[in-house]
């Protein structure tokens, strides 16, 4: 049941008023966080031993079904891991790290080090002169005419289907998460983050695998995890990469309105709500990431004015697809064919 602040500001989008308007929101609920744990977690393991069972049983369309609500519970420990690094899921810093970290095993992403670099994403998305770490790499239309032809292939084959929602999260999650590239001189965090994740990682499959065995264990592994990183980046995707974003230069660039006109409010059937945490409604999580994902839909309800805001549908998600240039001319993201380059 929502909660509405006990005095609820008139709503305005002025940074300092929209801050103070949000701030309301930012309190997690202990025993809510407890039983949105409980609800994904135990449905996962249930899933994936039901999985098991038709593996080894032969029924291997069975399987192959079950892969798909496996996978969406898995992509909701991300969205509750996400949550925990923003430490916004628990009140204690310490039981947003471990949660984390223990959620990381599963989802092969080694907590405090994706903590950082979407701390990075988090404080310069939608800024053209900046590394896009923890982003999806963007050129402007004039910064790709001016790249020699092979590079223009290459970023066309990394703008591809195939590449961004199904090679790419394989390559992410199975091999990229797996060492710090691009942190090699970040300290230590990144090194004790990926390797201890990575010997977790280790110790949980080679315990699972002398349970069940190592055919059985990749047959219901291998569907889940591509399913799952599929979805993930997907949705990470329509999060910023639609057409009217908001894209600026560092002298013009402000976190506000990166937040308010550069992230989406993915509009998603209530099912496909539940099984992303609410990360559709990214606009508002990137004003104020610390309110916890299942605080968001309190914020839509008694602040409607928002729900107006970069509102995609599901249909209309598909179509995102083919964007790939940042217009600086048009201040919109188009396609390379509109774009009319080679």
């Not at 991300?78 to 009140?91: E, T, Y």
Request: charge should be positive.
């Amino acid at each position: 049941m929502s909660i509405p602040p006990a005095s609820t500001p008139e709503f305005n989008t002025a940074p300092r008023s929209l801050r103070q308007t949000l701030r309301a929101y930012c309190k997690p609920h202990l025993a809510r966080s407890i039983a949105e744990i409980l609800i994904t977690a135990l449905p996962f393991f249930l899933i994936w031993a039901l999985m098991w069972l038709a593996v080894s049983a032969g029924y291997w369309p069975v399987a192959l079904v079950l892969a798909v609500p496996a996978a969406g519970f898995l992509v909701r420990l991300f969205m509750i891991q996400h949550d925990c690094s923003h430490r916004s899921f628990f009140n204690s810093r310490r039981s947003n790290d471990w949660t984390g970290r223990i959620i990381g095993v599963l989802t092969l992403t080694p907590h405090d080090f994706w903590r950082h670099s979407h701390n990075l994403h988090h404080a310069s998305s939608g800024n053209l002169d900046r590394p896009q770490i923890g982003g999806l790499d963007t050129f402007t239309v004039r910064e790709f005419q001016a790249l020699p032809r092979w590079q223009k292939w290459r970023y066309r084959l990394y703008r591809h289907p195939l590449v961004l929602f199904g090679f790419g999260p394989m390559y992410t999650f199975l091999l990229d998460y797996r060492l710090p590239f691009g942190f090699m001189r970040a300290g230590a965090m990144p090194w004790i983050s990926t390797l201890g994740t990575n010997v977790a990682i280790a110790v949980l499959a080679t315990g699972v695998i002398w349970l069940v065995g190592m055919g059985p264990f990749l047959l219901v592994q291998i569907p889940i995890t591509l399913l799952a990183t599929t979805m993930g980046v997907w949705l990470f995707y329509v999060q910023h990469q639609f057409e009217a974003t908001y894209w600026e230069r560092d002298e013009q660039w402000n976190a506000h309105d990166s937040a308010l006109q550069g992230s989406s409010y993915y509009v998603l059937p209530s099912i496909l709500r539940w099984f992303s945490a609410n990360i559709g409604v990214h606009h508002v999580h990137h004003l104020a990431s610390r309110i916890p994902c299942y605080r968001l839909p309190e914020v839509l309800k008694d602040y409607p004015e928002l729900q107006t805001y970069n509102r995609v549908t599901l249909r209309e998600s598909i179509k995102l697809v083919r964007l790939a240039l940042w217009d600086e001319n048009k201040r919109r993201l188009v396609s390379f064919r509109e774009a009319s380059v080679g």
